[in-house]
C-alpha cells in the first residue's frame, strides 16, 4: 500500500463541507412548479371524483401564473448570476426562455384542460394497461381521469431546469425530469389507445437510447476538462494541450441526445408517430414547450460550453441543418395525415431554428429565441383546431376529410388557413418575422457555411409551402367528402387558446419589435 | 505482498482455492458414483412431478408495480445509508435531515398515491 492512500471517513469530514448558495427567488418558477405538481398527486389521491377536474386545473392554472410572475420577477430585478454553486444559469436567455414557456405551458394547458368537446375529457387515467383488456375498457368509458395535469407540470418544471442548467449533471436530470412525464403523457389518449401506447412505447425506447448517449457523451467530457460544468469545459477546451478527441467525441455524443428532443434529423424518426398517436393537446404541448425547451439546452450547450470549437462542429451540425431542413419539408409534401404533416413540419422548423442556432452571434441567439416563441403560438393554435374537426370516432385527422371545410365552418377553416399561411411564413405573419430574423441573423456573420444554410433555408420554405396550401386549397376549393367530419363548438378553454395562439401569430407578424427587441436584450449568456 | 497489486493477491488465492475445491469435488464425485442412466432420468427435474406444457411461461403483469416500487425504494435505500452515517456530523445538521426529508417525502409521494388507486391490492 505505497503511494496510495484512501481517505477515512473521518478524514472526508475534516473537509469544510459547506453548502452552495441557493438564491430561492431565481429558483422559485422550477421550485412552484414541482410543489404544485406533488400537490396536484395528493388532489388526485384525495378529492372526490368530480371535484378533481376543477381543483386540478385551477391549481396547475395558478402555478403556471405565479411561475411566469416569478420569472418577470427575477427579469426585472435583473438577475445575472450562477447559483446553486455553478449548477444553475439566471441569465437572459434562461428568463427568456423559462417566461415563454410559461406562457405556452399556460395556453397549452387550456387545450389539455379542455372537457366540452368529449365527455369526460380526452385522457384516460392509467398508460399502461393492455389495450383491449376489460380494464381498459373500463378506463375508457370511466370519466374524469386529472393525471394529465401534474404530469404537465412536472414536465414543465423540468424544462424550465432545463433551460437554466449549467453544467451537463443538472442538465440530465433536468432532461429526464421533462421526459419521462411526456412519454406517459403520451399514452394516456381516451381513444385509439393502441396507437397512443405505441407511440409512447416507441418516444419512451428511442429517449432512453438518446439519453444514453448524452450520459455517455458526458462521462467523456468529463474525463476531457475534468468537470462537467459548462464553463469549466469551456476553459478546458481553451487551454487543453491535450488531443481533443474525448472532447468531440463526447460532444458529439452529448449532441445525439439533445438533437434527437429537438427531432433533427437523422434523429427525427420518432415525431411522426408520436405526434400521431399522443392526445393532440399533448401534442401541442410537446411541439410548443418541448422544442423551447430542448433548443435552450442545446443554445447553451453550444454557446457556452462549445464556443471555442465553433469551427469545428459548424460543418457537423450545419449538415445536420440542411439535412432536418430537406428531409422535413420533403417528407411533408407526402403526408395524408394532419397531425403527421405538422410532425414533418415540425422537423423542418427544427432545421431553420439550427440556422439561426449555428451562427454563432447574439443575433443568431435573440433570432432562434424569437423563433421559438412565435413558432410556438402558431403550432398550439394549429393543434387547437385540429381538435375541433370531428366525427363519431373522435378527431378526423385524415386529410381528405378536411376537403371542403371551408364550406361548413368558414370562421375554423379560415383561422386554420391563416396558422397555414404562417406556417409558410407569408409576410404579416409571426412566421415571416421569425423566418426573417433567423436567416437574418445568418447572413449577418457572412461566412459560408451560414450563408449555405440560408439558401438551403429559402429553398425548403418554398417546398414547404405546399403542404400547407394544399391544405388550404383543399379546405376551400375541394368538394366535400361524402361524410364530412363535424366542426365541433369549441369550449372556453380551446376558444382562448385558439385566440391567444392567433393573435400572438398576427401580433409577431405586424408588430414584433417588443418580443424582438426583448430577445434582443436577453441574448446574452453568462459563463 | 507489496506493491500496487499485492491486495488483490488474497483474492487471488482465494478464487484459486474455489475452483480447486470445485474441482476436486466433482472429480471425486465422478469417480466415486455409479453411473446406470435411464430415459426417465434423462428428463427435466422438475420437483419429481413429469414436466408437461411448454417452457413459454409468461409473468403475471401485476407484478411490475411490485418490481417497480422495489426498485424505487431500493434506489432511495442506497441515498440514505451514507446520509444516515453523517447526518448529525459538523456542517451538515438541520439542512441535511430536511433535505432528505423532501426526498423521502417525494418518494413517499408516490407510494401514497399508489395505495389510493388501489394499486397495492391483488385482487
Redesign the interface.
Known amino acids: ?2 503511494g ?1 492512500t484512501i481517505a477515512t ?1 473521518a478524514q472526508v ?1 475534516a473537509i ?4 452552495p448558495d441557493l438564491d430561492y427567488a431565481a429558483m422559485a418558477p422550477m421550485l412552484v412548479l414541482f410543489g404544485a405538481a ?1 400537490l396536484g ?2 388532489v ?3 378529492a372526490p371524483r368530480q371535484s378533481r377536474h376543477t381543483i386540478q386545473f385551477a391549481l396547475s392554472f395558478i402555478a403556471l401564473t405565479v411561475a411566469l410572475l416569478a420569472v418577470i420577477r427575477e427579469a426585472r430585478v435583473g438577475s445575472r448570476e450562477l447559483t446553486a454553486d455553478v449548477a444553475l444559469a439566471i441569465d437572459g436567455p434562461t428568463l427568456f426562455l423559462q417566461g415563454t414557456l410559461a406562457v405556452l405551458g399556460i395556453v397549452a394547458l387550456l387545450l389539455v384542460g379542455e372537457r366540452a368537446l368529449e365527455k369526460g375529457g380526452p385522457f384516460v ?1 392509467q398508460a ?1 394497461i ?1 389495450v383491449g383488456s376489460e380494464a381498459d375498457r373500463r378506463q375508457a368509458r370511466e370519466e374524469g381521469a386529472t393525471e394529465v395535469f401534474p404530469l404537465t407540470l412536472f414536465a414543465l418544471s423540468g424544462m424550465m431546469l432545463f433551460v437554466a442548467a449549467n453544467d451537463l449533471l443538472t442538465m440530465f436530470v433536468a432532461l429526464e425530469v421533462f421526459s419521462l412525464p411526456l412519454y406517459l403523457l403520451c399514452a394516456l389518449a381516451r381513444r385509439r389507445r393502441l396507437v397512443s401506447q405505441e407511440a409512447a412505447l416507441k418516444y419512451f425506447l428511442l429517449g432512453a437510447f438518446a439519453s444514453a448517449f448524452f450520459i455517455f457523451g458526458m462521462a467523456l467530457l468529463y474525463g476531457f476538462a475534468g468537470t462537467v460544468s459548462f464553463g469549466g469545459i469551456h476553459d478546458a477546451a481553451l487551454l487543453a494541450t491535450t488531443s481533443p478527441l474525448l472532447l468531440f467525441t463526447g460532444l458529439a455524443m452529448v449532441a445525439v441526445g439533445l438533437l434527437f428532443k429537438i427531432a433533427a434529423v437523422p434523429f427525427h424518426v420518432w415525431t411522426p408517430d408520436v405526434y400521431q398517436g399522443a392526445p393532440t393537446s399533448v401534442t401541442a404541448f410537446m411541439a410548443a414547450c418541448t422544442k423551447v425547451a430542448a433548443f435552450g439546452g442545446l443554445l447553451r450547450v453550444l454557446y457556452v460550453a462549445f464556443d471555442r470549437a465553433r469551427w469545428d462542429i459548424e460543418p457537423v451540425i450545419g449538415t445536420i441543418a440542411i439535412l432536418t431542413m430537406l428531409v422535413g419539408a420533403i417528407l411533408a409534401v407526402t403526408q395524408t395525415d394532419i397531425k403527421r404533416l405538422l410532425a414533418y413540419s415540425s422537423i423542418a422548423n427544427a432545421g431553420y431554428l439550427l440556422v439561426g442556432a449555428l451562427a454563432f452571434s447574439k443575433e443568431g441567439l435573440s433570432s432562434a429565441m424569437f423563433y421559438l416563441a412565435a413558432y410556438g403560438f402558431t403550432v398550439i393554435a394549429a393543434f387547437a383546431v385540429i381538435t375541433l374537426v370531428r366525427d363519431d370516432d373522435g378527431e378526423a385527422t385524415h386529410l381528405s376529410r378536411w376537403a371542403g371545410l371551408g364550406r361548413e365552418a368558414p370562421l375554423v377553416a379560415g383561422v386554420f388557413t391563416f396558422l397555414m399561411l404562417a406556417f409558410a411564413g407569408i409576410p404579416l405573419t409571426s412566421g415571416f418575422t421569425s423566418k426573417f430574423a433567423v436567416f437574418g441573423a445568418a447572413l449577418g456573420v457572412g461566412e459560408a457555411w451560414p450563408v449555405a444554410l440560408v439558401i438551403v433555408g429559402v429553398v425548403t420554405s418554398m417546398i414547404l409551402a405546399f403542404p400547407y396550401l394544399r391544405v388550404v386549397v383543399m379546405m376551400w376549393l375541394s368538394e366535400p367528402a361524402e361524410q364530412s367530419p363535424t366542426v365541433a363548438i369549441p369550449g372556453a378553454f380551446t376558444s382562448a387558446a385558439l385566440m391567444v395562439g392567433v393573435l400572438a401569430t398576427l401580433l409577431l407578424g405586424v408588430f414584433p419589435s417588443p418580443v424582438l427587441d426583448l430577445a434582443d436584450r436577453a441574448a446574452e449568456f453568462i459563463r | 505482498m507489496g506493491g500496487y497489486l499485492g491486495s488483490y493477491a488474497t483474492l487471488g488465492l482465494l478464487l484459486a482455492v474455489g475452483v480447486l475445491f470445485f474441482l476436486v469435488a466433482m472429480t471425486a464425485n465422478r469417480l466415486l458414483r455409479t453411473n446406470r442412466p435411464s430415459a426417465a432420468k434423462s428428463t427435466t427435474y422438475e420437483c419429481g412431478l413429469d414436466p408437461v406444457g411448454g417452457d413459454w411461461a409468461q409473468a403475471q403483469i401485476r407484478y411490475y408495480v411490485y418490481a417497480y416500487l422495489y426498485v424505487l425504494f431500493a434506489v432511495e435505500a442506497v441515498f440514505l445509508f451514507p446520509w444516515a452515517v453523517i447526518f448529525d456530523d459538523p456542517g451538515f445538521g438541520m439542512t441535511a435531515v430536511v433535505e432528505m426529508g423532501i426526498f423521502v417525502g417525494v418518494l413517499a409521494l408516490g407510494l401514497l398515491y399508489a395505495w389510493r388507486k388501489r394499486v397495492l391490492q391483488w385482487t
Open positions: 500500500m505505497n496510495f471517513p469530514l469544510d463541507v459547506r453548502l406533488c398527486v395528493l388526485d389521491a384525495f387515467s399502461a393492455p
